[in-house]
């Protein structure tokens, strides 16, 4: 390894500050209800101080609602189950989980993933470990604790560095980790979230999981072509010629038994597709929206997360008895059971996050933050682009402190998603900003969740590599997509093309006569 430069140093030492700093901050579950305490005695002073605003669409005084009170006690007795049943991401995040469940656990993903990477001719291995990184999204974890090594030891095989491998494909999975070619769980669960900020506004506000799908995509392309250019360019010269002692190793290929299994499944894929398409493309197709046609509003769209699930389920089956890795029907119920254990961090944090936002809803502090907010921001003048600009640093900043992408999502989404639908942006356009904010400083922050584990991979090449070492390495990755993504974003804004099927950009703000 070459000697770090002055400014990695500077840099580390900041980071190592916001590392320490972000660790004093207590569990996301129990900083949503400290939050929730703390809304209830807002409420109240805010009630006796008189804030009010003006609706802007129904032309009514909003008065805050004081929560401290009886009422408020009612409220939380009466509305804890349902805020919690009913909170938007919940049912969606598990249905498409119990989904791919059965894809990852079959071994279905992993055996796509080695096919994808390891039949690669070399001079486009390095997209092709893009590409891989970007379709791991679907599959929860696989691409850290699968991929990334993977791909170290696909580096290492073709005589390039193996900590290069490392980096790209870490910066592919976790730095690009909003862009995808094909739907994600992270895409129900984050519009959910925006949905329900949405409604503070608009009651019948209504976002799809579907609703960043363009411009997500079209990101993909892009986060391959950047990656594969700084791996070239920086990571790989950087790095130099490997010198450690660990010996080749050969990327295992698929036995008879699992490529069996994945034709089968791939039929299987085909099948499905076919399905769609005879459902969708005929102007009587069965799959339209009853009585008007439409593609648009037909269950296939506005029900996405149930043809997540059987594109998940149905391929992960037929592959899981196929190559003999599930033997009875228990199996494959097991392996959804496994999910699900995987999911109870998620599940205690939305209890909280969920009574917290139907108190924020409730005392009306975020509508009337919102009111004042937008006024201020159009006193001001600044232009779509400046805004969103503020908006992503902003993310970036928070995603040093907190992690969790649904978390940050949760935490802000009933300020901002409100407050800029008031300045004529769609909530869809604010989570597109958002998750650029969200992907791009995973890299190079060490309270993510598998920093650890990055570092752990390297020291199997280089027992001396550390926190440092990645950092340095995926600096160049976390800069250059931070500015490159909201320049595309920006050129996205300025044709106003749609962010996803019948997602616009602005928002027509109506008002009553």
Not at 456 to 480: I, Q
Request: with cysteine.
């Amino acid at each position: 390894m070459k000697a770090q430069s002055k400014p990695s140093t500077i840099i580390m030492n900041i980071l190592n500050w916001i590392e320490k700093a972000g660790n004093k901050l207590p569990h996301p579950a129990a900083l949503f209800l400290i939050l929730f305490v703390l809304v209830v005695i807002a409420s109240a002073i805010a009630k006796n101080a008189g804030l009010t605003a003006i609706h802007p669409i129904k032309k009514e005084v909003i008065t805050t609602v004081n929560l401290l009170s009886i009422e408020g006690l009612h409220l939380l007795l009466s509305g804890m189950v349902k805020n919690f049943s009913g909170f938007a991401p919940l049912g969606s995040v598990l249905v498409a989980m119990l989904g791919f469940s059965l894809a990852e656990r079959s071994g279905l993903i992993s055996a796509v993933l080695r096919i994808l990477v390891a039949k690669a001719p070399k001079p486009l291995i390095i997209p092709v470990i893009f590409l891989a990184g970007i379709l791991s999204h679907t599959a929860g974890d696989i691409g850290y604790v699968l991929l990334i090594p993977l791909a170290g030891m696909i580096f290492h095989t073709l005589g390039l560095h193996p900590l290069a491998g490392i980096a790209a494909c870490f910066a592919a999975v976790s730095g690009g980790f909003a862009a995808n070619f094909i739907l994600s769980t992270a895409d129900p669960m984050l519009s959910g979230i925006s949905q329900e900020a949405a409604r503070i506004i608009d009651p019948k506000y209504s976002v799809s999981p579907v609703s960043n799908w363009y411009f997500m995509a079209s990101s993909s392309a892009l986060i391959i072509v950047l990656g594969s250019i700084i791996t070239n360019k920086i990571t790989i010269p950087f790095l130099g010629k490997y010198k450690g002692q660990v010996k080749t190793e050969k990327v295992g290929d698929l036995n008879k038994l699992e490529s069996t299994a994945l034709k089968w499944a791939g039929i299987s894929g085909l099948v499905l597709i076919g399905i769609l398409i005879a459902g969708l493309v005929p102007e009587s197709g069965f799959l339209r929206e009853k009585g008007t046609g439409s593609v648009l509003h037909s269950p296939v769209v506005t029900s996405v997360v149930t043809v997540i699930f059987f594109f998940g389920a149905i391929p992960g089956l037929i592959f899981g008895f196929v190559s003999g890795k599930f033997k009875t029907h228990n199996d494959a119920i097991h392996a959804m059971q496994e999910s699900m254990v995987t999911m109870a961090p998620y599940l205690v944090l939305v209890f909280f996050a969920a009574q917290f936002i139907a108190f924020f809803n409730a005392s009306n502090i975020g509508l009337v933050l919102a009111v004042h907010g937008s006024d201020f921001l159009k006193t001001l003048g600044l232009g779509a682009i400046p805004l969103m600009i503020g908006f992503i640093i902003l993310v970036c900043v928070l995603d040093l402190f907190i992690g969790s992408a649904s978390a940050k999502w949760t935490l802000i989404a009933p300020i901002f998603v409100p407050m800029f639908m008031l300045l004529g942006f769609s909530p869809e356009l604010t989570q597109a900003s958002y998750r650029i904010g969200d992907s791009v400083v995973n890299i190079i922050s060490p309270l993510m969740s598998y920093f650890p584990l990055i570092v752990t991979f390297m020291t199997k090449y280089d027992e001396k590599a550390r926190v440092g070492t990645l950092l340095s390495l995926m600096l160049p990755y976390s800069l250059f997509f931070l500015l490159f993504w909201s320049i595309f974003l920006f050129l996205w804004m300025t044709f106003s093309w749609q962010l996803g099927p019948g997602a616009g950009l602005w928002y027509q703000v109506m008002t009553n006569p």
